[in-house]
T-cell receptor, first 110, second 111 residues
Framework: GENVEQHPSTLSVQEGDSAVIKCTYS??????FPWYKQELGKRPQLIID?????GEKKDQRIAVTLNKTAKHFSLHITETQPEDSAVYFC?????????FGAGTRLTVKP | DAMVIQNPRYQVTQFGKPVTLSCSQT?????MYWYQQKSSQAPKLLFH???????NEADTPDNFQSRRPNTSFCFLDIRSPGLGDAAMYLC??????????FGPGTRLLVL
């Protein structure tokens, strides 16, 4: 089955700096890669996603890149703000099977 | 408007006492998922339904069962909860597009 690895496990940045979180996946049949933000005690919230036929997608301060050959994808957050502090999960999907990375705890220091 | 609803939001049960968690959706999605999430960990997929087809993960303990009586509802039954089953249980759905929509979760406490 699919295996998704995520790095780093913790990330601390200064407000206004950029943050990058990276994930790799094992099964080349994976075709959909969402990113979720989860605040303490709340449900995961989809922040951006990318499909395997696209190399890059951007939504305001958030962007995701996908390298199918290398089987990795990354989340980029620019101009970080304290409210971006949360745990971020990447995931990869084959058919109806969704696998999550272990998560990255992002702290944005004011 | 709530799209994926989970009840109850908090559930306390005793060691070994069966418990049922409920999930309902107003999205008419084909697929419904149950995840277990322990503190500071990623959601772990327990099983999912594609319509009425049940797909169990190989490492999901037999103690966990699920029912989907219709498109809108899905239940998670824990037959004999142990202390290690205390966690947040998340229900999610997805339709023709792959996007998953999560419910607010049920936090289970086992005494």
């Amino acid at each position: 089955g699919e295996n998704v690895e995520q790095h780093p496990s913790t990330l601390s940045v200064q407000e206004g700096d950029s943050a990058v979180i990276k994930c790799t996946y094992s099964d080349s049949a994976s075709n959909y890669f969402p990113w979720y933000k989860q605040e303490l005690g709340k449900r995961p919230q989809l922040i951006i996603d990318i499909r395997s036929n696209v190399g890059e997608k951007k939504d305001q301060r958030i962007a995701v890149t996908l390298n199918k050959t290398a089987k990795h994808f990354s989340l980029h957050i620019t101009e970080t703000q304290p409210e971006d502090s949360a745990v971020y999960f990447c995931a990869g999907r084959i058919d109806n099977d969704m696998r999550f990375g272990a998560g990255t705890r992002l702290t944005v220091k004011p | 408007d709530a799209m994926v609803i989970q009840n109850p939001r908090y559930q306390v049960t005793q060691f070994g006492k069966p418990v049922t968690l409920s999930c309902s959706q107003t999205l008419n999605h084909n697929v419904m998922y149950w995840y277990q999430q322990k503190s500071s960990q990623a959601p772990k997929l327990l099983f999912h339904y594609y319509d009425k087809d049940f797909n169990n993960e190989a490492d999901t303990p037999d103690n966990f069962q699920s029912r989907r009586p219709n498109t809108s509802f899905c239940f998670l039954d824990i037959r004999s909860p142990g202390l290690g089953d205390a966690a947040m249980y998340l229900c999610a759905t997805s339709g023709r597009k792959e996007t998953q929509y999560f419910g607010p979760g049920t936090r289970l406490l086992v005494l």
